[in-house]
């Protein structure tokens, strides 16, 4: 799986849009940017992910560049509850793959009050 | 719809005795993963298990831990004579059939060992 780059950490209003950023310049045609954060002490939730398009749930919208080297987390009103450690990962999704996550530093986002 | 439930979500042990770590998947989930989290470090892969089979081992420690799956029942991992480095936060996630779609993995609440 392609390495991933991150902010170690930021800081972000409450109410304002959270916009995380993640660098995977070895990023190849087949893998996927996935997104995970981690609340303090609880265990890693799944907010969303994507291989091309920009993807939007109802947690986040994923902004991913056309040459898919970098990608951007969006949070578009940022709550007290959304400070948690983000993870960007980039995997390959393929029967011959493997299944794990390999979870890096992350971006440790604080939203202020 | 249940998540991923594990039990205990603490457990203290002293040194020497056995740590058994029980994870259900959610429901529908036939794949479990067992990560853990050392003090103030990152997430790091152990095993990779479906029903009655391991798939992936290789983020285990070579002694003193071991995983199953059984065809019924819990995931459990299992750390014999556990030692102080072993103190950590331990968390399972299961999904569906990877492979061919993009899947998620979902995390149960984590079980921190403590060991004295």
């Known amino acids: 799986d392609a390495k991933t780059t991150q902010p170690p950490s930021m800081d972000c209003a409450e109410g304002r849009a959270a916009n995380l950023p993640c660098n995977h310049s070895?990023?190849?045609?087949?893998?996927?940017v996935y997104w995970y954060r981690q609340i303090h002490s609880q265990g890693p939730q799944y907010i969303i992910h994507g291989l091309k398009n920009n993807e939007t749930n109802e947690m986040a919208s994923l902004i991913i560049t056309e040459d898919r080297k970098s990608s951007t987390l969006i949070l578009p009103h940022a709550t007290l509850r959304d400070t948690a450690v983000y993870y960007c990962i980039v995997r390959l999704i393929s029967s011959g793959s493997a299944r794990q996550l390999t979870f890096g530093s992350g971006t440790q986002l604080t939203v202020l009050p | 719809n249940a998540g991923v439930m594990q039990n205990p979500r603490h457990l203290v042990r002293r040194r020497g005795q056995e740590a058994r770590l029980r994870c259900s998947p959610m429901?529908?989930?036939?794949?479990v993963y067992w990560y853990r989290q050392l003090p103030e470090e990152g997430l790091k892969f152990m095993v990779y298990l479906q029903k009655e089979n391991i798939i992936d081992e290789s983020g285990m420690p070579k002694e003193r831990f071991s995983a199953e799956f059984p065809k019924e029942g819990p995931s459990i991992l299992r750390i014999q004579q556990v030692v102080r480095g072993d103190s950590a936060a331990y968390f399972c996630?299961?999904?569906?059939?990877?492979?061919?779609?993009?899947?998620?993995?979902?995390f149960g609440p984590g079980t921190r060992l403590t060991v004295t």
């Open positions: 996630a299961s999904s569906t059939l990877p492979g061919t779609a993009t899947y998620e993995q979902y």
């Open positions: 429901k529908g989930h036939s794949h």
């Open positions: 070895t990023i190849s045609g087949n893998e996927y």
